[in-house]
Structure formats: structure tokens, C-alpha cells
């Protein structure tokens, strides 16, 4: 009885397939002989081709051809064996071993040239003990080992070196697979194995040295029909189940699709790179349908390291193949940006990190709730601090204002200075949506091209920023200083005020420059601060200012988009003066909370173990600062009491001025505003540990991707800028004998370069720049 996948085999190559048989059966220049067995196949052939019953009919036939054949070829083998003839058959080759003694000049055989490839070839003459020299069918001749040998052709005894090419395409003209599963539905019957001669009886109706090869070529090629059995070094192949063989044809018409699919996304690819900048397809085109979104992610991901799965990697790596180019991060990411998927000045970053770039409807619904129902708890119990001229000074493009300072001073000549912070407690509760939200951030995402904040934008800058003239809820830290600029005393309040003057730094420093007699009270801050600085400096504490570049980025998209440098001396009197007033309060915070034991995260940062004398001979500024910053040891987290910050010279502090901004300052103002209502705290020391680890990784984060970022884009400055411009440079230190760390004084960059014989630490020189490439993180500098 038939199996199914039988019967549906031979219905799928009867006729068509012995209508091949039928030419080759009688075609006189292949040298085939018209045997009884050639007739009776030709005979068959031309039965079944006029829709007789294909392949089938040798099932029908009382005796199968099968047998037929089978029994013939016995017979021949009678008839050879009383021939004498130098050339052993092709059974006697499955009983001997390939070696030294079968192997003799003149032979025509198929030899493994390497796992891919196997090529045709005459025997010469021995090379060794073992080896043989061969000429092949390319015209080489080379030296093989007998268990490269892969097929003897039978039948030839002296074959001529010139022929090689014409009897590979004989065989080539007389090879048709489609015959194969004929023969496989009859063998699979009878439960046969065959040699390549028996396959060649059976196919071609014929043993001769071509049809030979040809069945061999099928048998030794076919990876669905037949399984290869290894018999004392010539090959017996039996045909495989019909369940492998159903399994083996899926997986090939799978591999076919997947083929199809392929050539087609390439083609996709192909076409959008050809296409100008402007009239590329868009991203979002790339992700309409889902066979092509699965390739262009999977191409993504592979271009940022980001592969979830080994097939991820594999549809990436056959992509690229395709394309021609390397299989690596780096001609992914090249692609991407040809074909329009990437801007050229794409933030890899971003996508490894996988930023939240963007809030939930769940979240937006909840700011726009928030924004439209809130109401003050506090409204109450805060303090009417309007009368204060109230100075709020950030850099020029800041979004989220959550800090200003006031100054007055008392009749006993004292300073008494507030620092007023945002209070976005007052419509933020713990564990609410939105507060989850800004935990899972962990802090806003400052970058030159985009800021991405931690609270809703609209809910950020609408109601919990402090705005120029309108009231605005704060938490106002009170300080009186001592003249010699420690704390007399303190207070924190709940708080109304109305900012008087929204200034940059650039502003600031301006006024503090005019001295005008109407803002006595911006040089009254001016004042607590210098005192504040060298009360600190007193008890230790480390200058460590820079000089800091920023850099803002206009339409990023755009093949050359408008950057805007700015550098910041953390030295300028406007930026000492607000950051002291925020380690002030820091300080009276962390004070504070250890008064009232009062769990919060007290920040602290021990002394590195050198002293810093052992710097005393550097300059002032950058070069001081940058050899502090080298030796310093990592701050700690303590969440029970404070904890000494050696650096900043207090006893304790907490980051308490930016809760819009840092989600760790917002825990601490939940704690104190809980506190001062004279409510139960809403979290334990515990509670702020385990967060805090959550958060702080996240922090890191941005922190690496605020970096890489900030140096991506001073390096696209540089590339800009004309190759014979001359950039000042301060020495920083020596990295190994002339090799130098420079600070580009102009730039605010980092960078390496060789400096000449008699240079010192502390030493300006003049530099170009050679070469700046932003994606290889590359700058190369030489002195003038």
C-alpha cells in the first residue's frame, strides 16, 4: 500500500518527469546505449506522458521496473565478473578501501577541494606513500590524500585530461533532480538502497561512466529524498522516511519564503538608499508591515548591540550579507542612516539605554487631571514670603525653574538669605501614577538636541516651575550666617512667593557688575556666598571648578543642523554664588533631618587618602581641579543620619533644590513636607535605600548618555570649523612622557596630544585640530 506522502509525490512528478527521461534515454550523443531495460523505461515514458499515471505505473506493472532493473544489473554483474578487466566494478570499490592500491593514473574521479566545493579530476601519478597528483577540471594540478577522493567514476580506465571539461557539462546537459523523487516512491516501496550505479540503471537505463557520475552528482547532492550510508569507502544511499522527507520539504519551502522575503526587503533597501535625502522613505513607512518591521528592527538592534534573540542576530546578519557589506554595529548603523531610518546624527545612546522618551496616555491623562482639579493641602500654612525680590538665575534655555534666592540683611549687620524650592509635593503624592512615573525616570535627561523631563512637560513647566511675577508655591530654606559665614540659624517653611527677575547667568553677572544700588540685595547673595566659600574652604573642602562646555543643537534632523557653544567658568562669581546657596541649603536640610531624626538621603563624600598639599604646587583652575577630581573616592548614600561631605567641607548634606528634576531630592522633600504638616512619613530608611538604588541607576545612565552626547557634538563643532584655526590648550597632565592631556580652553574639550620638549603641567600651547570624526569618538590634535 501507497503511503500518502507517496502517493502525493508521484502525483507531483509522473508524467513531467518521465518525460525528461524520455529524451535522455535516447539521446546518441551522451553515448547512451538502447538496452532492453533504456527501451522499456522509453516505453514507459511515452505510456505515462499522454497522462497515463506517471511514476506510478511502475507500481502497477505486475513485475515494478524496480526489480527489473534490479535483476538485470545482477546479470551484468555476473557477465563482468568472468570479463577480465584491470578496473574493479563499482561493488568491488564498496569492498576496497581508497587507498594507494585503487587508486592509478589515468582514473576519473570527483575529490573534496574544500567543505564546499568538490571538483573533477584524472589521476597522474603517486605523490608519496598515499597521495596522489591530480589534474582537474580548472586545469590545475595538485597534490590530494585518498579520503579526499569522494566518488571513482566507473568503467574508465585511461581518461584524457582534455575531456574534463566536456564530460562535466554532458553531465551537467543530462542532470535533472526532478527524477530523483520518482525514484525515490519506488525505492521507499520495495525498501531499497541503491548505489549511484543501481540509481543510474534505474534513471537513465544505463551504467556507463556519464549516467554513473550524474546519479552519483543527484544522490551525493540531494539533501530531501536519500540518506547517505557509508559502506567500506564507497556510498550506499537509502531513501529516507516519508515523515523526513514531509519535513525536509517544509522546512525548504520555508527557507524558500524566507528567501523571497529577503530579496524583496533588499530590494526596499536598496531603493530608498538610491533615493535623494529628502525623498527618502520615513521612518515610520518602515514599520507598516510586519514582515518588513521584523528586518528593520532586527537591523536596528543589531546596529546598537541590542539583539534579543540568536534569529534577531541572524535576519541582521543575512540583511548585511545581502548588502554587500560587514557584518558589524558599525555598517548597520551606516545603513540605516542611507536609506533615511536613522538621522545621519542619530543618538545610538538613546536607543541602547532604550530612554523613555515619551509618557503614557495613562500618565498624560493623569498630569492633565492634575493640572485642571488640583488644589493646595498647604495652602494654609504657608508662609506669604511675596514681599522677598526673589532671584531666579539658570542658564538661558532652562525649562524646569525650581530654585531661586533672596538676601536681606539684619539690623545687626548679619546676612540672612533664603533659598526657595519648587514644591511639586503639593500635587504629587507618593506612589500616584505620576510619582511612579518620575521614579522609573529617575531624573530629567538634558541633551543638546532634546530634553527629556521626568514629570510631564506641560505639568513640569505650567504648575510646578517657578514663574517670573505670578505667585508661585515654593519651600523656602531661611539662613542666618555668622560672619564668618557659618550657620547661626535656620528654618524651613511652606511657602508663597513671587520670582522678581528670571536672570541667566550671563545677566547676572552683569548686574552684580553694574553695582547698582535698586539690587543690593543681588550683591547681598554675592556677599553670603563669598563667605560661604571660605567658611567651606576652612573645613576642608575642595575647590573643584572646571571649565564646562555647553552645547545647544537646532533641528539635530537636518544634515548640517546649527550648533551653539557655550562654555561656563565654574569659577564666574554668578555660579559660585548659586552653588553655594545650594550647598547651603544641602547642608541646613540634612541639619535638619538629623535633629528631628528624620530618615532622608543624607549624600555624603569621603577625603581621598592623598592630601591636598601633595597639589599645592599645580596652578589654580582647571589643572588643580582636574588632579582633585582623579583622586577622588565615591560618595555614599547614608539614610538614617548625615554623613561628612569631605569635598564640600559640611558636616552633612541632601540634594534637596531640583525636585522637578531629580527624583532623589523629590523623596527628601516628601519627608520634610510630611514632617512639617505632622504627618506620618511615607517611607522608612529602608524604603529610601531600595529606591534610591533603582533611581541611581538610572541616574547613571544619564548621566553616560549626557556625556557621550555633549562629546559627540563638540566633536561635530570641531569637524566644522576650519583646519587652520589654532585653539589654545592647557596642559592638565602628563600621561606618559610627552603624551599630554590637554583642555581645549575654547572648546571646553578633553583630549590627548604630543607636546614639545620643555612643556609643563600648567602650560598654555597652541594647537589644530587634524582630524575630528563624532561616531568614532575620535580627535586628533598637533601642538603649533
Known amino acids: 500500500m501507497r503511503t500518502p506522502m507517496a502517493s502525493r509525490a508521484v502525483s507531483g512528478c509522473s508524467a513531467l518527469a518521465f518525460f525528461h527521461l524520455r529524451p535522455l534515454v535516447f539521446r546518441g550523443s551522451l553515448g547512451l546505449s538502447r538496452s532492453p531495460l533504456s527501451s522499456r523505461c522509453g516505453n514507459l515514458a511515452l505510456r505515462y506522458g499522454d497522462g ?8 502497477r506493472h505486475g513485475h515494478s521496473l524496480v526489480d527489473s532493473v534490479m535483476e538485470e544489473l545482477r546479470a551484468r554483474r555476473r557477465i563482468r565478473a568472468s570479463v577480465r578487466m584491470e578496473l574493479p566494478s563499482t561493488k568491488e570499490f564498496s569492498e576496497v578501501k581508497l587507498d594507494k592500491r585503487t587508486l592509478q ?13 568538490s571538483l573533477l579530476a584524472v589521476a597522474q601519478k603517486p605523490d608519496g606513500k598515499r597521495n596522489w597528483m591530480v589534474y582537474d577540471q580548472n586545469g590545475i ?3 590530494i590524500k585518498p579520503q579526499q577522493v569522494t566518488y571513482i567514476v566507473p568503467g574508465i580506465e585511461d581518461f584524457d585530461n582534455a575531456d574534463i571539461a566536456d564530460f562535466v557539462q554532458r553531465a551537467h546537459d543530462l542532470l535533472d533532480p526532478a527524477i530523483l523523487e520518482c525514484a525515490w516512491v519506488e525505492l521507499l516501496e520495495k525498501n531499497k538502497s541503491v548505489t549511484a550505479e543501481e540509481l543510474a540503471e534505474i534513471i537513465y537505463g544505463s551504467s556507463d561512466p556519464l549516467e554513473c557520475y550524474c546519479a552519483h552528482l543527484l544522490l551525493s547532492r540531494d539533501e530531501m529524498y536519500f540518506n547517505v550510508i557509508e ?12 515523515i523526513q522527507v514531509e519535513e525536509l520539504l517544509h522546512r ?19 531603493s530608498a538608499k538610491s533615493m535623494p535625502p529628502q ?6 513607512s518602515w514599520l507598516t508591515e510586519e514582515k518588513v518591521r521584523r528586518k528593520i528592527l532586527s537591523l536596528e538592534a543589531y546596529a546598537i548591540d541590542a539583539c534579543k534573540s540568536d534569529e534577531q542576530r541572524k535576519i541582521a546578519g543575512n540583511i548585511l550579507k545581502a548588502m554587500g557589506v560587514p557584518k558589524t554595529t558599525f555598517a548597520a548603523v551606516d545603513l540605516l542612516i542611507d536609506v533615511g531610518y536613522f538621522p545621519v546624527h542619530v543618538n545610538l545612546d538613546l536607543l541602547k539605554y532604550n530612554i523613555r522618551t515619551e509618557y503614557s496616555n495613562e500618565v498624560l491623562l493623569a498630569a492633565e487631571d492634575l493640572l485642571a482639579h488640583s488644589s493646595d493641602a498647604d495652602e494654609k500654612i504657608r508662609k506669604d514670603l511675596t514681599f522677598l525680590k526673589v532671584y531666579a538665575i539658570d542658564v538661558d534655555e532652562a525649562d524646569e525653574l525650581d530654585d531661586a534666592l533672596s538676601a536681606t540683611r539684619l539690623s545687626d549687620g548679619r546676612i540672612r538669605v533664603w533659598i526657595h524650592v519648587a514644591d511639586p509635593t503639593c500635587l504629587v503624592k507618593p506612589q500616584s501614577i505620576i510619582d511612579k512615573e518620575a521614579m522609573r525616570r529617575g531624573t530629567s535627561i538634558f ?14 513647566m505650567e504648575r510646578m516651575s517657578l514663574q517670573q511675577g505670578k505667585l508661585c508655591r515654593a519651600v523656602s530654606i531661611s539662613v542666618t550666617l555668622q560672619p564668618d559665614g557659618s550657620i547661626a540659624d535656620y528654618s524651613i517653611d511652606n511657602s508663597i512667593i513671587r520670582p522678581t527677575y528670571m536672570l541667566t547667568y550671563e545677566s547676572a553677572s552683569e548686574l552684580l557688575h553694574l553695582n547698582l544700588e535698586e539690587e543690593a540685595e543681588l550683591r547681598l547673595l554675592s556677599e553670603a556666598a563669598n563667605l560661604r566659600l571660605q567658611w567651606r574652604r576652612n573645613q576642608g573642602a575642595i575647590d573643584t571648578a572646571m571649565i564646562e562646555p555647553r552645547i545647544k543643537v537646532a533641528n539635530p534632523g537636518d544634515l548640517e543642523p546649527s550648533i551653539t557653544l557655550y562654555i561656563e567658568d565654574q569659577a564666574n562669581p554668578t555660579m559660585r554664588l548659586v552653588s553655594e546657596m545650594m550647598i547651603l541649603c544641602g547642608e541646613v536640610v540634612a541639619t535638619f533631618g538629623s535633629f528631628n531624626n528624620i530618615p532622608l538621603p543624607y549624600r555624603g563624600q569621603p577625603q581621598s587618602n592623598i592630601s591636598t598639599s601633595a597639589f599645592a604646587h599645580l596652578p589654580e583652575g582647571p589643572v588643580r581641579s582636574s588632579a582633585y577630581v582623579r583622586i577622588m573616592r565615591a560618595a555614599e548614600l547614608d539614610f538614617r543620619k548625615p554623613i561628612r561631605h569631605g569635598v564640600l567641607g559640611v558636616p552633612g548634606y541632601v540634594q534637596f533644590t531640583s525636585p522637578i528634576r531629580r527624583y532623589i531630592d523629590l523623596l527628601a522633600h516628601y519627608q520634610v513636607k510630611a514632617f512639617l504638616k505632622g504627618e506620618p512619613l511615607p517611607f522608612t530608611a529602608g524604603d529610601l535605600e531600595g529606591m534610591a538604588f533603582l533611581v541611581n541607576m538610572h541616574v547613571k545612565v544619564a548621566k553616560r548618555l549626557h556625556s557621550s552626547s555633549l562629546r559627540y557634538w563638540l566633536l561635530e563643532y570641531l569637524r566644522r570649523q576650519p583646519r587652520e584655526r589654532r585653539y589654545t590648550a592647557l596642559i592638565l597632565r602628563f600621561i606618559k612622557d610627552r603624551l599630554a592631556a590637554l583642555l581645549l580652553v575654547e572648546v571646553g574639550i ?12 600648567g602650560d598654555e600651547i597652541e594647537v589644530v585640530m587634524e582630524e575630528a570624526h563624532p561616531r568614532d569618538d575620535v580627535l586628533s590634535l598637533k601642538e603649533v
Open 279 to 284: 525623498s527618502k522613505p520615513p521612518k515610520s
Open 105 to 117: 593514473k589515468g582514473l576519473l574521479l570527483e575529490f573534496r577541494k574544500d567543505s564546499q566545493k
Open 750 to 761: 578633553q583630549a590627548s596630544s604630543m607636546v614639545s620638549v620643555g612643556k609643563q603641567i
Open 141 to 143: 594540478m595538485s597534490s
Open 447 to 460: 541633551l543638546p538636541t532634546a530634553t527629556y523631563p521626568m514629570f510631564p512637560e506641560r505639568l513640569a
Open 231 to 242: 559502506s567500506r569507502g564507497s556510498s550506499v544511499y537509502e531513501p529516507r522516511p516519508t
Open 252 to 270: 525548504k519551502h520555508v527557507k524558500e519564503a524566507s528567501e523571497k522575503e529577503l530579496e524583496e526587503f533588499v530590494h526596499l533597501l536598496m
Open 52 to 59: 497515463g499515471g506517471g511514476c506510478s505505473g511502475w507500481a
